[in-house]
């Protein structure tokens, strides 16, 4: 590392609002399942607590060391519809109540994984936590969950989407008194992947290992910088500009991750996510890019260039390419 690199990443933190937006610990839960609901909460809660306990600490301690602020502290585990069912109760609400009493534990923001991920349909344990989300949200603080509906192979669960379209109604109602924020912690999937490290639909994929660390990169106030160098270039210089951008973030948030982890290092994911930091914004990107205005002819095309220049500078700079990830808009 030389002097220029160094102060470089300290411009890019300091004045393009560089961080590190995301560290997530994936969890598997798939050891706490039994027959007796009680036994699963408290197997839930311990395992959480003994796990993550010190993520919190210890993304501030090495974010310290490296000047790279770290904001938000989270936790995916296995879809809890899947650790539930074996018990046969109907209601897991003491589940995530466990899950959201060891978050303010431990001091984390969120945890996801309150989850019915099923491809081909609806189980009664499904069901039985469906049903359970509006009660869920009004009892909890940090737990976010998340149902699919169905995928392109086998279709829609018609019942399922009609379920989920009164439980949101249900959860905004029960939630009221707080701007009906419960909605913001629910997200309806079709065609859910294996494992989503992003909330509020993130949960630990059953093909995952045991525990795993997700790193997420906020980039548009970096990646908008160094395009205004370049303004009225051609599109060639401008996706080099782009490409080059992502590398040097990856590779800064790969060494935080490596860092941080004390097990397995899971995903880099360069985000382009906007933040309320002026500048930050993916609208802006592409008027540097050449759109008159965000909307304007030209949006989609320069929207999947940038997309797609984001990618290719992070599997470029990634050790393990197959981990590295894009964010969504």
Not at 282 to 310: P, S, Y
């Amino acid at each position: 590392m030389d002097k220029r690199h160094i102060e470089e990443t300290l411009h890019m933190v300091h004045d393009e609002n560089l961080d590190i937006r995301i560290t997530t610990i994936g969890l598997s839960l798939m050891d706490c399942i039994d027959t007796d609901i009680d036994r699963v909460v408290e197997k839930v809660y311990q395992k959480v607590v003994r796990v993550a306990g010190d993520l919190v600490d210890t993304a501030n301690r090495i974010g310290r060391r490296y000047g790279v602020p770290i904001i938000n502290k989270r936790v995916a585990v296995t879809p809890i519809a899947l650790i539930g069912e074996v018990t046969g109760a109907d209601d897991y609400t003491l589940i995530a109540l466990a899950l959201d009493k060891a978050t303010k534990k431990i001091g984390i923001d969120f945890i996801g994984g309150f989850s019915v991920i099923r491809q081909g349909g609806m189980s009664q344990a499904d069901e039985t936590l469906s049903k359970s989300l509006s009660h869920v949200f009004q009892v909890t603080d940090r737990v976010c969950a998340s149902v699919n509906v169905g995928n392109s192979r086998q279709g829609l669960n018609m019942d399922a989407v009609k379920l989920m379209g009164e439980t949101i109604k249900d959860i905004a109602k029960a939630t009221k008194d707080q701007d009906s924020f419960g909605c913001v912690k629910l997200v309806v999937f079709a065609n859910a992947v294996e494992d989503n490290p992003f909330m509020a639909g993130a949960f630990h994929g059953v093909s995952q290992p045991e525990q795993v660390l997700h790193v997420g990169v906020s980039v548009p106030g970096t990646v908008k910088s160094a395009l205004e160098k370049y303004r009225g270039a051609d599109f060639q210089t401008m996706i080099e500009v782009i490409q080059q951008t992502a590398f040097k973030i990856t590779r800064m948030g790969e060494l935080i991750g490596q860092e941080v982890a004390e097990t397995i290092f899971g995903s880099i994911d360069l985000s382009l996510a906007p933040t309320p930091a002026v500048g930050d914004s993916v609208a802006r990107i592409l008027e540097e890019i050449g759109i008159g205005e965000a909307g304007g002819h030209g949006t989609t095309a320069a929207l999947a260039l940038l997309n797609d220049a984001v990618k290719k500078g992070g599997l470029m700079a990634s050790t393990h390419p197959a981990s590295a990830q894009w964010g969504s808009i």
